[in-house]
Each structure stands twice: as C-alpha cells, then as structure tokens.
C-alpha cells in the first residue's frame, strides 16, 4: 500500500489499503493449480520401485524450472501497464507468424505432430503463444472499431483474415486443438463486442457444414471419428489412449488410490500421462475429490477474470480480459473433456498442472496481464475514493471554523 493512503481518515485508509491489494484469489487459484501441478507431475513419471517414464526426478526438475519461468513471466506482466499491449499488437503477430512458418519447415516431430522449435537445452511450441497474441489483436481491433463492429464487412473480414491465416499455418503441424480454439475466441468475442448474432450464426453453420464435409470426404478422418464414437472396439489402436484414461478415472473412485500409485498411469498403460492427460492420472490417484478440488480453482480463477473484466476502466481491458479468461477456461474444458473421451483427442494442456514449458510460460503470462488490468482497475477505485475524500475536506474545515 502506497503511503499516500495514511493521509486520509483512518477508515478511508483501510478501505483503500484493501483495495490496493492484488486480486488475492486470481493468484491464490493459480498458485495453488501450479503446486497440484507439481505433485501430479512427479507422481506420473516416478514409482517409488520402479521408473516407468524415463527419469522421473529429471523430469521434475525441469518442471519446476518450467514453473519458475512462469512465475516470473506472471510478476513482469503483472508490472506491465497492459495499455503497453495496444503498441505490440501487430510486432506479435507477426513474430508468431514467423516461427509458425518456421516450425512448418523447420519443426520437430513426436507423435505424427511437428509443433515444436528446438534450441539448445529446450524446445518451443508457437502455437501456444498464437493463442495469447490473437487474444491481444482482438481486443485491440475490438476497441478500436468501436460501434462500427455491427457492420458485416468490418467484424468478419480483418478477424477471419488474421484467424484464417493462423489457423492454416496450425494445420499443417497439425494441431487441431489450437485452430479450435482460435476460431472459438474469434466468435466469442465477436459477439461480447456486439456484433449481430445471426452474422455469428451463419458463419458457424456454414463452418460446421464444411468440416462435416472434410471429414465425411476423408476416410482417414472418418476413421478416427468413428475410433472415437467407439474407443473401446478399438482399444488397441486409435481408442488405446482414451480407454486407459477412462480405466484410470474409473479405478480411482472417490478419494483415490494414494499418490504414487495406480495400475494405468504408473504401468504406461497410459502414454505421456503427465501432458494431455494428467487429469486422469490426478483421478486414479485423487479420486472425484481431487479433480474437485481442480475444478473449483478453475471455477475460482474464471470467476476473478470475468469479474477483472466487468470492472475494466476501458474496453480493450474488458475485451483483454474476456478474451484471456476464455482461453484458459476453453483449454481447461477442451482438456478435461478429452480426458473423459467426450470429444477426440486434441494434443491441449490442462494450464498450469500438464507437464509443458510454452503452456506454462503463456498462461502464467496471460493471468500477469490479467492481475496488470485488475492493478489499474483497483487504482481507479483508490482515486475515486481519494477524490471523495478531497471534496469532503474543505466542507469539514469550515464546519470546525464556524464551531470554533
């Protein structure tokens, strides 16, 4: 708390002591997420008898260094007035376009996917920071159209352009679950800033009618959709992993089987349990209790962004918010759906708990950019307060004037 606050009464002091706090539950829920992270990490890649994923201890530490990034990636965004963000619009974009051309050409491959940079000691997934450099450019471009956003040609061509052109470069990795939840943000928040919903509409049925068609042209894809619809007549090829995620949800019951144990996930009946599917190992060890316990930070670090977003003094704040609050919740949703095999396998973390350094790193950083608007919303409120102060003084000295 700013000392300028003990010049006022001592109620008005504490009140704006209070108010000057960051938003105590936004960074209590993402703490605590990183810290079940943590264990959940270690516990999928290490068995007191036996290691099953390759060092477990190594990959722990990385972990934790992964952590330590973010967390230093969410204080510096946090000290970022993120007004800073309407200069660094277009530089961002293009800076994800050139390493998504790069990972195009030059990529990594694991698991049929080439989505990774790789550099010395670490690797690289611009995909991730797509997401959060979208986000930006919608709220910017957002703002700045103002009204004009009801036009047709103004909400959907710059935005289906700009989407557009990302969501190819993400197709060629492939990575579907990015271009999902690109063209999601798009039309959420497309329709928060007013634009009609029959345009929104169309545009979603003229979509989903094409991808039925891409899918229905392709019997690979077919394939796959129908290995989904029936993964467990298919479980020892494309519904493998999805009936060993479903075995170890089910298996850990309500409290679960203790961490450091479980038949799927500490027996690699379940690949890579602690990326995409970590929310399976958290079941069959935590039981229902534990996946609670994760739903509910979740449900309490969406709550603190949405309410960041109502109180926004401006609209690019309230659209930044939205838009970063969106993304996480659609990654935590799209995750943990995949994990219970509602909806195919998509290659998402669960934000702050999956194993992942460029997950870590973008989500730290967008909930940084989320407590900056939270900061200048709360410094409004403590301005407010101090200006009702200041006109309250002069009345009291001349009412003590005349006592006197």
Excluded at 132 to 150: H, N, T, W
Excluded at 366 to 378: K, P
Aim: hydrophobic letters at 50%; glycine letters at 10%.
């Amino acid at each position: 708390m700013s000392t300028a606050a003990e010049s006022y009464s001592p109620d008005l002091s504490h009140e704006l002591r209070r108010i000057e706090s960051w938003d105590t539950g936004l960074v209590m829920a993402t703490v605590m997420l990183l810290g079940i992270g943590s264990v959940m990490v270690y516990s999928a890649t290490i068995n007191p008898d036996t290691l099953n994923h390759g060092n477990g201890e190594l990959t722990l530490r990385k972990h934790l260094i992964h952590v330590g990034i973010g967390i230093g990636a969410m204080v510096g965004a946090m000290a970022i007035p993120y007004r800073a963000w309407k200069r660094l619009v277009y530089p961002a974009l293009l800076l994800v376009t050139f390493l998504l051309l790069l990972v195009t050409f030059f990529g990594t491959t694991a698991g049929n996917a080439r989505r990774w940079l790789s550099f010395p000691g670490f690797n690289v997934q611009p995909a991730e920071m797509a997401k959060l450099a979208f986000v930006i450019f919608l709220a910017y471009s957002l703002d700045k159209k103002g009204e004009r956003i009801r036009s047709f040609a103004v909400a959907f061509i710059p935005h289906l352009s700009v989407c557009g052109l990302l969501i190819m470069l993400c197709l060629t990795q492939p990575d579907f679950g990015t271009s999902l939840i690109l063209v999601m943000l798009m039309f959420a928040m497309l329709f928060v800033a007013g634009t009609r919903l029959s345009y929104i509409s169309l545009f979603v049925c003229v979509g989903g009618f094409l991808v039925f068609q891409a899918i229905a042209s392709n019997s690979m894809r077919l394939g796959r959709v129908m290995m989904w619809l029936d993964p467990w007549g298919h479980r020892s090829d494309g519904g493998y992993q999805m009936v060993n995620s479903l075995i170890a949800i089910g298996s850990g019951g309500l409290t679960g089987q203790s961490l450091g144990f479980g038949g799927q996930t500490l027996t690699g009946y379940l690949p890579e349990g602690h990326t995409d599917f970590i929310l399976a190992v958290l079941a069959e060890q935590l039981g229902f209790m534990g996946v609670l316990v994760v739903i509910t930070l979740f449900g309490l670090l969406l709550s603190r962004g949405i309410s960041t977003a109502v109180n926004a003094r401006d609209d690019f704040g309230r659209f930044l918010a939205f838009g970063i609050t969106l993304l996480l919740g659609l990654q935590a949703v799209i995750n943990m759906l995949v994990a219970v095999a509602l909806i195919p396998t998509k290659g998402l973390t669960l934000p702050f708990v999956s194993y992942g350094g460029s997950s870590m790193l973008v989500s730290c950083f967008a909930v940084g950019i989320l407590l900056s608007i939270s900061r200048d919303t709360r410094k409004g409120w403590v301005e407010q307060l101090a200006g009702v102060q200041d006109r309250d003084e002069p009345a009291s000295d001349k009412e003590a004037e005349v006592t006197s």
